[in-house]
């Protein structure tokens, strides 16, 4: 798998196309992480982990293991 | 005598909610932060017109009424419970313009509770420097609510705000979202059951995930049944009811929130760039730790040193002015070095919090949190574990309360049983003292010995924190749903009166909380040192006149003799002795003995006890220090207080738990005595056998 959140790399835009997972907290969601909205990679840690994303204007740091589960499109290259 | 309502403050963390509060408070306020109130909340009163008055709480920052964390489950708690005395007769929600969206979600939530509800939108003075504009009106009109438009910087708006709270009558009840929209059958045969409930209420109450305290949640109970939902399915729900709030919002900013981003100015990413980079992000946090650590010990020191002589001549003062007495004595040799060893800790707890909540204002702690939880985690703790062990430097007790945002259990259960571990400011006059009795003076590559040993204690705590968390997190079975969900907010110059009004807080909380107990210990100490049982002590004149008859003394030198004997034979030096073989290996006598007893109460009580214990009979103006370095070990001969028995002492101190307020407050915290009993066994046995080697290897 490809599309996840978990593979962009720093800089990369994406478009958000499902975070129906379980292992998606709910708090991730009302931040604003929603299918349509695009996410982009600010910043990582040593390791790829935590990555610190702008979803939608929303700055936010999450792990690399919640990452895995939402998928995107990537939509440019960074 | 007006009427007086109820306003809560809520809001996302880090939109000026506490900001806010200081603007419509002032100094009306009060923090209750010690054992006894588990919440930390901030209350304070507004004075408005007619003789009308607000009664305001800052409630913790939450991003939704969907409790992921203890913290933000004091605010559902609050607003479910009509009958608790705070329920708010308005809510204000605090937004932060630049992120207004996302701060809008539970705007939509509080108001579908159909909660008198107003929003403020603070931080109008960066709308320039983004590009933002608004249309107050037509946002008025979509969100159905008041709005006021605020910038506690430029002290603008608060005075609108003001006007709006009094004017709560006035405010919309409408709910922004029809809750069974999200799924109607379901909610259908919801309200069948419970005609009388608000239906969102319901909804609240049947997929928290938080445990509640008593709330008026029994007569939902029943709700229980509505559960049978599977998990993934009310999620689903869940996720539905988000996207539907994002929908209302996105279309209720549509016309009156607009942003022309060529106009945006970006500090953040040119400042993150540096500070959270792989090596520069390190390398600087590394660096605002030392100047940290600096700050406590050098800067803190001139301070320090003038209350204690001044503590020192004010006793000695008391003793020359007033007639001698029981009652002279009690305050010369009890209540004044108590309250000396009180007020000795001030310059350091406000340098200590001063540098924290300017890390927290500024954004900057986010930052660590990103950086360290990687680390973090490989012992069990999370990147949020970092600002309590931070705040552990400073004291225990606002650090374990620190730990509410963690939202795993397991995360944050770690946390709290090792924080007491890291090097609070108790413990630093301890340290402080005794490094400068018997670690020598020299230097060691342009760093003095002594600076060297306390950075080492220092270290010695945070490797003792970390060790046992890795230990820890091997050992506990616990499941629990671990996330990390960080919100980074951008860089903001802290606000003077913010930072300020923390210092000032948390200082006083502890001259008034931690105080208390030392200074009803000191004058405890005093009793049991003055008196004694028995005929030793009531004739301890008669007899040390002669034992020495033979031998000449002076006047001066007698005296010194039936002081000490009578010490020796006071309730406390009995206790003393009787403790005596347990400690002796460790390379401490009876008078260390008693000083470790009651210092268990907190730590800081050590330097006290020996300052009563030795002020107790001699009446020269010496400092503790001086009294201390002449001691003589009755065993072995020789100094009492040298370099084995000084190391072994703090080493005992490095681990011991000694503070029964940390005890208190992990009771509450995890609530259950099980945690604060094992802190307590397993530290201070560790302690104390480090201890004994210790010494046993360096005598
Ligand atoms: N530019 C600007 N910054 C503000 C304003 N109000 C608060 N801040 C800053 O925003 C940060 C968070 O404020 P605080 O009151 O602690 O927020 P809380 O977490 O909601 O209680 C602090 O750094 C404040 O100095 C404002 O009106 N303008
Ligand atoms: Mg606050």
Redesign the interface.
């Known amino acids: 798998m490809e599309n996840t959140l978990a593979h962009l790399k720093r800089g990369e835009i994406a478009l958000i196309t499902d975070v129906s997972s379980i292992h998606i907290p709910l708090k991730l969601l009302e931040m604003g992480c929603l299918p349509g909205n695009t996410v982009q990679l600010v910043q990582v840690a040593p390791f790829q982990d935590p990555m610190y994303l702008n979803i939608n204007g929303s700055h936010l740091a999450i792990r690399k293991e919640t990452a895995m589960h939402i998928l995107i499109e990537k939509v440019s290259h960074g | 005598m007006g009427k007086q309502i109820n306003v809560a403050l809520i809001g996302n963390p880090n939109t000026g909610k506490t900001s806010v509060f200081n603007a419509l408070t002032g100094l009306n306020q009060k923090v209750g932060n010690y054992p006894g109130i588990t919440v930390e909340k901030k209350e304070g009163v507004c004075k408005l017109s007619r003789g009308l008055k607000a009664h305001i709480i800052d409630l913790p920052g939450t991003?939704?009424l969907?409790a992921?964390s203890l913290d933000e489950s004091v605010v559902i708690e609050l607003l479910l419970n009509k009958n608790d005395k705070d329920f708010p007769d308005v809510a204000v929600v605090v937004s932060d313009v630049?992120?207004l969206?996302?701060n809008l979600?539970i705007f939509t939530q509080i108001k579908d509770l159909e909660i008198p509800t107003l929003l403020v939108i603070n931080m109008a003075d960066r709308m320039a420097y983004k590009g933002i504009s608004l249309n107050i009106p037509n946002l008025e009109e979509q969100l159905n609510t008041k709005i006021a438009l605020v910038s506690t910087r430029k002290k603008q708006g608060i005075d609108e705000l003001k006007q709006l709270i009094e004017g709560y009558k006035d405010l919309s009840t409408q709910p922004c979202l029809d809750t069974s929209e999200i799924d109607k059958d379901y909610f259908s045969s919801l309200h069948k059951a419970f005609p009388n409930q608000l239906l969102y209420k319901l909804w609240l109450v049947i997929t928290q995930d938080v445990n509640f305290g008593k709330t008026d949640r029994n007569e939902i109970d029943a709700v229980a049944n509505f559960k049978t939902k599977n998990?993934?399915d009310l999620?689903?729900l869940?996720?539905k009811e988000?996207?539907k709030r994002?929908q209302f919002i996105n279309n209720a900013l549509k016309k009156g929130h607009t942003i022309d981003t060529s106009k945006a100015k970006d500090l953040?990413?040119k400042l993150?760039?540096v500070l959270?980079h792989?090596i520069w992000g390190y390398a600087i946090f590394f660096f605002i730790l030392l100047l940290m650590f600096q700050a406590i010990y050098d800067w803190s020191g001139i301070p320090m040193d003038f209350i204690d002589e001044t503590f020192a001549s004010l006793s000695e003062w008391t003793k020359n002015q007033l007639p001698s007495g029981a009652f002279t004595d009690l305050l010369a040799e009890g209540i004044i070095p108590g309250l000396g060893g009180i007020v000795i800790f001030i310059p350091q707890i406000a340098f200590l919090f001063l540098f924290i909540s300017v890390l927290e204002e500024s954004g900057y702690m986010?930052r660590v949190?990103?950086?360290m939880?990687?680390v973090m985690r490989r012992f069990g703790l999370s990147?949020k574990s970092v600002v309590p062990l931070i705040s552990g430097t400073a004291c225990a007790i606002p650090a374990v309360m620190a730990t509410r945002n963690i939202?795993s259990w397991k995360e944050r259960l770690i946390t709290i049983l090792v924080t007491p571990f890291t090097t609070c400011s108790a413990r630093l006059p301890v340290y402080l003292i005794i490094i400068s009795l018997v670690i020598p003076e020299g230097h060691f590559l342009g760093l003095g010995y002594q600076a060297l040993t306390l950075m080492l204690l220092y270290l010695l705590g945070f490797g003792a924190a970390v060790g046992s968390a890795y230990i820890l997190n091997k050992i506990l079975k616990i499941r629990s749903?671990s996330?990390?969900?960080?919100?980074?907010?951008?860089y903001k110059l802290p606000l003077f009166k913010n930072v300020a009004l923390t210092v000032v807080e948390k200082t006083k909380s502890f001259v008034f909380g931690a105080g208390k107990i030392i200074l009803a210990i000191s004058i405890i100490l005093w009793f049991l040192a003055s008196y004694g049982p028995g005929d030793d002590f009531n004739n301890a004149e008669e007899i040390i006149t002669t034992k020495y008859a033979s031998q000449n003394l002076s006047e001066d030198e007698l005296q010194q003799h039936v002081a000490s004997f009578k010490l020796e034979n006071s309730f406390i030096g009995i206790t003393g002795r009787a403790i005596e073989p347990m400690i002796s290996p460790l390379g401490y006598d009876w008078k260390i003995g008693i000083a470790i007893v009651s210092s268990f109460a907190a730590r800081e009580v050590f330097v006290g006890t020996l300052a009563t214990i030795y002020s107790v009979g001699s009446d020269d103006e010496a400092t503790i220090k001086n009294r201390m370095a002449a001691e003589i070990n009755p065993i072995l001969g020789g100094p009492l207080f040298n370099f084995a028995s000084g190391i072994s002492l703090l080493l005992f101190y490095a681990f011991a738990m000694q503070c029964m307020s940390t005890l208190a407050i992990v009771k509450k915290e995890t609530n259950s005595w099980k945690w604060p009993v094992m802190q307590l066994v397993i530290m201070s046995s560790f302690a104390y056998i480090v201890a004994l080697m210790a010494f046993q290897f360096l005598k």
């Open positions: 991003y939704s969907n992921s630049e992120n969206k996302r979600l998990k993934a999620k689903r869940q996720q988000t996207i994002y953040r990413s993150d760039r959270t792989k986010s949190v990103f950086l939880d990687r990147g939202e749903k996330f990390f969900v960080v919100e980074m907010p951008n």
